[in-house]
Each structure stands twice: as structure tokens, then as C-alpha cells.
């Protein structure tokens, strides 16, 4: 869709370590793909086809009318995660002819720790450092305060019942190698270590405090574990159209790794 590279050894990588992130509740194995459901959480990467392999077995047709009955079954419309590493080739320019729709392009980017650890020594490019010299907290698990300040600090429209014990069991499933960090009721960010990698997830600051160091501090508190645990790279994902993140990132030194995006099935986008 984008006109990315050719995939490296590392995007298909960088894909898997971001669906363990965020471990769907139910998982059905297609002939290769990864089919996702988790009926509490409205996430795309928790209820979409991971597609970085394709067996022998079955052809595309196929394969998508068995997903279409599997989700139409749970109530989802059926979703694929498509980017370099699809599989089987030219899945993409497929899906189109078929009318899926595309939905929801992300940019992923990537850093050496050493790096972002680097520019979190300059100077902030703004006011200042996090509002009242409040601390970052660590956690080893998002607990309810977290998920409060995650609560106050999202602007989008999804459900509340996402901020509760449904978002808490996804967490969990996640693994022991979690951190989360808040601001109370300023800011908050999630981390994930596998592989000698630090995902940056559910970074939100509260827009009463935005452009004033908050995601800054989050991001190198992030940085720092990171280096204490080996993990010697990190990785983002942040939506295309998301200049503000954008800048904040590229100002920390990640750089555009690869994309992906959602083809959705004819007529059921952004459901």
C-alpha cells in the first residue's frame, strides 16, 4: 500500500513482539495465519488476522471464508494485519481486489536505547521537565491507578469498560517483563522487554499538561529500564496522521521502520 521496502529480518520480528504485547483472549491457528479475539476489548491488533506466514494448505479464498465464519461467529468483522511481511505474497494487492478497505496506517520506528538515553540528556524542547517536580512512578503491573490516569488522559471515544478488569486480563497475559509507569492523573506509559527489545506502549499524557515533558520523562524512565535489563533496541508504534507523537519521537532519535495497516472486509470498516 505504502511502498515500503523489502522486509528485513527484523519486521517480521518487530510485528510478533508487538501481538505478544497485546495477547488477544482467543487465538485460532489458520494455515499459518494468527487469528485474534478479544470480545471485551475493541483493540484492531487484539481482533485482527496477524498474517506473517502462510502454509500450503489452503488458498486465499479459503482461508477467508473459514476467518469470515470465525469471526462473523464472535461478532467481528473480519480484519487482517497486512504489511512487508504478509503472507502469502501480494496478499495486499489480493485483499484490495476483494474490496477490503484499508483502515488505520501505522508507522513502526525504532531506536537504540543508547540513543534515546542520549536525548533525554539535551535540553527539553519545551517548558520544562514533568508539572511539580512529581516523580514517575514504577510498577510492575498497571494497577487501578494506572488505568485511571490512562482513563482521564485518553481523548478518543472508546468504551469505558476498556480502562477496567478486561484491559487489566489483557495485561496480564502479557508476561512477567512488563512496567508500567504513571504520573498520577498526569501521564502514563507501558513498556514490554522481549528479545532484547523495549516496546513503548499506551504512552498518554492528560491534555491539561500536554507539551510540558510529560511523555518525555515516560519515554526515558522507559529508556533506563530498558538499559538495566540488556535490552539494547526499542520500538513504537504511532499512527501516520499523529504529527504531535511523531515529532516527539523523532526528537527522542526512532526512525521509521516499517508500516502496516488493516484491510478490513467490504462494508464493515471502523466496526
Known sequence: M?????????????????ANAIPAATVWHLDG?????????PMRRANSVLTLAAGATLDL?????????????????TRLQVGPTAAPDGLD????????????????????????????????????????????????????????????CDTSDRPVELYGDA???LLRRVGPDVLALAIPGIGVALGVR?????GVFSMKTHPAHRRRGVARALLCELARWGEGGGADRMYLQVETDNDAARGLYE????????GYWYRTAPGHADS
Open 61 to 77: 479464498d479459503e482461508r477467508l471464508a473459514i476467518a469470515g465464519d470465525l469471526y462473523r461467529s464472535a461478532g467481528r468483522p
Open 2 to 18: 505504502n511502498g515500503d521496502p523489502a522486509p528485513t529480518a527484523d519486521s517480521a520480528v518487530l510485528d510478533e513482539l508487538a
Open 33 to 41: 495465519w494468527v487469528l485474534r479475539h478479544t470480545p471485551e476489548v
Open 194 to 198: 522481549e528479545r532484547g527489545w523495549v
Open 167 to 169: 484491559y487489566r486480563a
Open 93 to 152: 494487492d489480493a485483499l484490495a481486489a476483494r474490496g477490503y478497505e484499508v483502515e488505520a496506517p501505522v508507522d513502526v520506528c525504532t531506536a537504540a536505547t543508547a540513543a534515546v538515553l542520549a536525548a533525554c540528556n539535551e535540553p527539553p524542547n519545551g517548558p520544562g521537565d514533568v508539572p511539580d517536580g512529581q516523580a514517575v512512578e514504577r510498577h510492575p503491573f498497571p494497577d487501578e491507578r494506572w488505568v485511571a490516569t490512562w482513563r482521564d
Open 251 to 258: 526528537r527522542a532519535r526512532f526512525t521509521r521502520h516499517h
